[in-house]
């Protein structure tokens, strides 16, 4: 800082034109507060949505307009076919009958006649009558028909979103910011014009190197209205429409599907626990062992991944009700197993996981449902197998954990900005925390500005009922935005152990996870035919339903 050189003005003098600076500064700003509220008027921004609506209108109508035009011209195409092909069957139809009545007369009025050998009586009316039978009800069952694929308007909502922003820019912060040791004069006779040399609002500023705090006092702003620990406190999960309200999980080496229908848990407990219905899906494979599985909140049921044939698959499909068939769709672009997976905007993303080639990997990826494509995604900084991925808010993406190799926890969060295709990676030391972040645990928002952080393995495979809140105090779409852990509880879970199916799913209020059975003789493996129902939620903390 440049030392003040002394002044020959006199006091007066000094704080005269210090008040017409900060005057003319006042001044500035409300006549740009005036001239804000004259130029951005509520009407004129509804008058911009208006026209932008009946522009897609348009277009829409438009598009239908062209598929009349085309539907039309195919049904005249059809009903000229069709008439012809009627013609000729009639035509045919009556050429036959006439036939057959001239040679009844025949026989009935020429007696002589008919005492001859005829080969008449050699054809096998049944047969040519159930020929003509085909061709009519052929004919009579020929339609035009519009097949629509509903598949593209299951996330048009949020994929409009995309394109419809509010855009607010921001100033550039000033280098130079004052001081406010003028706004608390003569608030306290103790300290005036006497800098304490920290400023009000830097006391509390968040640790810029991890963006992580381990202190559950911490004193962090919060622009987000607080909310109770552990309250789960989100929509649900599934919309309206969804026919299919479910947990699930597929059977590893079967060829089995269990589903569990949500409204079936409401009110159970573990004295009256619920069962899965069981799926025997038509198909001429089994399931890959490792793979992972995911639920839309429009009732999709997608696997993807896997161990087939002692070799990982990039197989991507989709599970169909209709026939309990298992669809196959575009295949991923890295053949995976153990990775994480979550849904956000009309997107299915796949983080990390376990490759043929590379082993422990980074690589990310996105399946489009919508246009039924994969897309490479940013890496993450750290490779991570078997890691516990969750979505916050609408944009972003949190990865806790894993294993960046064998018997070595990947100690980092990672959060994943799904605008600017970015991943931020925390670094975190269990002596730092407090806690073990382990591998193959389970995660999920729960309200506003908390994840609910459970279970999973140590670096020695030894399994967990760790489990802790992931608050995000402030959140921004920098990468400066505050977290803290806290309510770290080593016993949280009631039993131990990781989720292969770590998708979290709140309704009504609850959440809701299934949990492996682990073998009693093998830590490593799990039983592929069953998983614990853990519901968490409404005061009455942890039931296994």
């Given at each position: 800082?440049?030392?003040?050189?002394?002044?020959?003005?006199?006091?007066?003098?000094?704080?005269?034109?210090?008040?017409?600076?900060?005057?003319?500064?006042?001044?500035?700003?409300?006549?740009?507060?005036?001239?804000?509220?004259?130029?951005?008027?509520?009407?004129?921004?509804?008058?911009?949505?208006?026209?932008?609506?009946?522009?897609?209108?348009?277009?829409?109508?438009?598009?239908?307009?062209?598929?009349?035009?085309?539907?039309?011209?195919?049904?005249?195409?059809?009903?000229?076919?069709?008439?012809?092909?009627?013609?000729?069957?009639?035509?045919?139809?009556?050429?036959?009958?006439?036939?057959?009545?001239?040679?009844?007369?025949?026989?009935?009025?020429?007696?002589?006649?008919?005492?001859?050998?005829?080969?008449?009586?050699?054809?096998?009316?049944?047969?040519?009558?159930?020929?003509?039978?085909?061709?009519?009800?052929?004919?009579?069952?020929?339609?035009?028909?519009?097949?629509?694929?509903?598949?593209?308007?299951?996330?048009?909502?949020?994929?409009?979103?995309?394109?419809?922003?509010?855009?607010?820019?921001?100033?550039?912060?000033?280098?130079?910011?004052?001081?406010?040791?003028?706004?608390?004069l003569f608030e306290n006779a103790s300290n005036t014009i006497i800098s304490t040399g920290v400023h009000p609002l830097q006391q509390n500023k968040f640790n810029q190197s991890t963006g992580i705090?381990?202190?559950?006092?911490?004193?962090?702003?919060?622009?987000?209205?607080?909310?109770?620990?552990?309250?789960?406190?989100?929509?649900?999960?599934?919309?309206?429409?969804?026919?299919?309200?479910?947990?699930?999980?597929?059977?590893?080496?079967?060829?089995?599907?269990?589903?569990?229908?949500?409204?079936?848990?409401?009110?159970?407990?573990?004295?009256?626990?619920?069962?899965?219905?069981?799926?025997?899906?038509?198909?001429?494979?089994?399931?890959?062992?490792?793979?992972?599985?995911?639920?839309?909140?429009?009732?999709?049921?997608?696997?993807?991944?896997?161990?087939?044939?002692?070799?990982?698959?990039?197989?991507?499909?989709?599970?169909?009700?209709?026939?309990?068939?298992?669809?196959?769709?575009?295949?991923?672009?890295?053949?995976?197993?153990?990775?994480?997976?979550?849904?956000?905007?009309?997107?299915?993303?796949?983080?990390?996981?376990?490759?043929?080639?590379?082993?422990?990997?980074?690589?990310?990826?996105?399946?489009?449902?919508?246009?039924?494509?994969?897309?490479?995604?940013?890496?993450?900084?750290?490779?991570?197998?078997?890691?516990?991925?969750?979505?916050?808010?609408?944009?972003?993406?949190?990865?806790?954990?894993?294993?960046?190799?064998?018997?070595?926890?990947?100690?980092?969060?990672?959060?994943?900005?799904?605008?600017?295709?970015?991943?931020?990676?925390?670094?975190?030391?269990?002596?730092?925390?407090?806690?073990?972040?382990?591998?193959?645990?389970?995660?999920?928002?729960?309200?506003?500005?908390?994840?609910?952080?459970?279970?999973?393995?140590?670096?020695?495979?030894?399994?967990?009922?760790?489990?802790?809140?992931?608050?995000?105090?402030?959140?921004?779409?920098?990468?400066?935005?505050?977290?803290?852990?806290?309510?770290?509880?080593?016993?949280?879970?009631?039993?131990?152990?990781?989720?292969?199916?770590?998708?979290?799913?709140?309704?009504?209020?609850?959440?809701?996870?299934?949990?492996?059975?682990?073998?009693?003789?093998?830590?490593?493996?799990?039983?592929?035919?069953?998983?614990?129902?853990?519901?968490?939620?409404?005061?009455?903390?942890?039931?296994?339903?």
């Open positions: 800082m440049n030392k003040s050189v002394p002044s020959t003005k006199k006091p007066d003098q000094i704080l005269l034109n210090a008040i017409e600076g900060f005057k003319y500064e006042l001044e500035k700003l409300q006549n740009f507060k005036s001239e804000t509220i004259e130029v951005f008027k509520v009407e004129e921004g509804r008058k911009l949505i208006r026209y932008y609506k009946e522009e897609l209108k348009r277009a829409i109508n438009n598009l239908f307009k062209q598929f009349e035009e085309k539907f039309e011209q195919a049904a005249t195409t059809y009903t000229e076919s069709l008439e012809a092909n009627i013609d000729e069957i009639e035509r045919r139809l009556e050429l036959v009958i006439s036939n057959l009545e001239r040679a009844r007369f025949t026989i009935t009025n020429s007696p002589n006649e008919a005492s001859e050998p005829n080969k008449l009586f050699d054809i096998d009316f049944d047969h040519e009558i159930r020929g003509y039978n085909s061709l009519v009800t052929d004919i009579m069952k020929t339609k035009v028909e519009i097949v629509v694929d509903t598949s593209p308007f299951e996330d048009l909502s949020e994929r409009f979103s995309r394109f419809l922003q509010l855009s607010q820019k921001d100033g550039k912060q000033s280098v130079i910011q004052p001081t406010g040791i003028l706004e608390t705090s381990s202190d559950a006092s911490s004193k962090t702003a919060s622009k987000l209205t607080p909310v109770s620990d552990f309250e789960v406190d989100l929509p649900n999960y599934f919309k309206d429409s969804s026919p299919l309200q479910v947990l699930h999980f597929f059977e590893g080496n079967s060829k089995k599907l269990h589903l569990l229908d949500l409204h079936t848990l409401i009110g159970k407990s573990q004295k009256n626990s619920p069962s899965f219905k069981v799926i025997e899906l038509k198909i001429d494979f089994k399931i890959p062992i490792r793979h992972r599985s995911i639920i839309t909140p429009q009732g999709k049921i997608y696997l993807t991944g896997g161990v087939e044939h002692n070799r990982t698959t990039n197989l991507t499909m989709r599970y169909v009700p209709e026939t309990c068939k298992l669809e196959l769709m575009k295949p991923m672009i890295y053949p995976r197993k153990s990775h994480g997976m979550c849904y956000l905007n009309g997107f299915i993303y796949c983080i990390g996981g376990f490759t043929e080639i590379e082993g422990f990997t980074n690589h990310c990826e996105r399946y489009d449902i919508l246009s039924g494509n994969w897309e490479a995604i940013k890496r993450m900084n750290h490779k991570s197998s078997s890691p516990s991925v969750c979505t916050f808010g609408k944009d972003t993406i949190f990865r806790f954990g894993g294993l960046r190799s064998v018997g070595q926890i990947a100690e980092s969060i990672e959060k994943y900005d799904v605008v600017q295709d970015n991943w931020t990676a925390y670094d975190v030391s269990s002596e730092v925390l407090g806690l073990k972040i382990q591998w193959l645990s389970a995660s999920c928002q729960i309200n506003r500005n908390q994840i609910l952080v459970v279970g999973g393995f140590d670096e020695n495979d030894n399994a967990s009922t760790q489990s802790f809140l992931f608050e995000v105090s402030e959140f921004k779409e920098k990468d400066d935005a505050a977290f803290k852990i806290k309510k770290i509880n080593p016993s949280g879970l009631p039993f131990s152990g990781g989720f292969w199916n770590h998708q979290g799913i709140v309704h009504s209020e609850k959440l809701y996870l299934l949990q492996n059975y682990d073998s009693p003789t093998n830590k490593t493996t799990s039983d592929e035919s069953r998983r614990r129902i853990l519901q968490f939620g409404g005061g009455n903390g942890w039931e296994v339903l």
